[in-house]
């Protein structure tokens, strides 16, 4: 589909882990839902939609006021995150209106899924300097929290976007009533790319927090001593 924003691992710090299928401009006949108010949706269009609101094109650069704004790829995985949830929303919808035809134990868990990546978000969202903060600090703390939290944001609605492909995959790709496979699948490997990249990072700051807090209490203790 040419209105698909393809998009590629990790964002702002993408890196190539692995050779990507060729992506194909045409897939298929849109399936569309309806939504609470009864307007059609393209879900599976929305979930790769979706991720064009947060991570960054092929080639793109960073602008200067990308670089002003530092907790800009924070707020636009926000934004990426609540076009998710308004996609997750029709779905459950849709099972509402054909409970006889719906798993409800994979409904319930999408449900699950979807608080529960509300509620980390809104933790990642308390922890995150504000941009004045970050820009007029002397220390690297700041941006240090800004770069965990988005990065961490990325990781979990990232996965949030692969468990709707995945639901999508069980109750309408496999059941043939959307036919565009290859077009769930090559989203879906572009998005555990993305967790991929995510998890390396997440990893490393792992290690580094891992490092602070054992020299913080070094720390402590010599000070406790003089």
Same mark, same amino acid.
């Given at each position: +589909?040419?209105?698909?924003? !393809?998009? !590629?691992?990790?964002g ?21 839902l @309806?939504?609470?108010?009864?307007q059609p949706?393209? %879900?599976l269009?929305? /979930? $790769?939609?979706?991720?064009?609101? =947060?991570? #960054?094109?092929?080639? @793109?650069?960073? &602008? ?10 924070f ?16 779905? /459950? =919808?849709?099972?509402?209106?054909? !409970? ?12 699950q899924? &979807?608080?529960?990546?509300?509620? %980390? +978000?809104?933790?990642?969202?308390? +922890?995150?300097? &504000? ?24 990781? %979990? ?13 069980e109750?309408? $790709?496999? &059941? ?6 290859t ?7 572009? =998005? ?6 995510? @998890?390396?990072? /997440? ?12 020299? @913080?209490?070094?720390?402590?203790? %010599?000070?406790? #001593?003089?």
């Open positions: +589909m040419s209105n698909v924003h !393809p998009f !590629p691992a990790g702002k710090s993408a890196k190539h882990l692995r050779k990507k299928r060729k992506r194909l401009t045409a897939y298929g006949p849109a399936l569309l @309806q939504d609470i108010d009864s949706v393209d %879900v269009d929305a /979930i $790769i939609q979706a991720g064009s609101l =947060y991570l #960054e094109q092929a080639g @793109q650069e960073p &602008t200067a006021d990308d670089l002003a704004v530092p907790c800009a790829q707020l636009q995985t926000i934004h990426g995150m609540n076009a998710l949830t308004e996609a997750a929303n029709v779905l /459950i =919808y849709e099972a509402q209106r054909y !409970p006889e035809l719906t798993d409800q134990e994979a409904v319930d868990w999408l449900v899924r &979807t608080k529960a990546t509300h509620k %980390v +978000m809104r933790k990642l969202d308390k +922890m995150l300097p &504000t941009n004045e903060f970050i820009l007029s600090s002397d220390s690297f703390g700041p941006d240090f929290m800004a770069e965990y939290a988005t990065n961490a944001a990325m990781l %979990v609605v990232s996965y949030f976007a692969d468990d709707l492909l995945t639901y999508y995959d109750n309408f $790709i496999q &059941t043939k009533k959307d036919r565009r496979k077009m769930m699948l090559d989203y879906r490997d572009a =998005y555990r790319e993305v967790i991929q990249d995510c @998890q390396i990072h /997440i990893n490393a700051h792992g290690f580094l927090l891992k490092e602070l807090a054992s020299a @913080q209490r070094a720390l402590n203790k %010599v000070m406790k #001593e003089l």
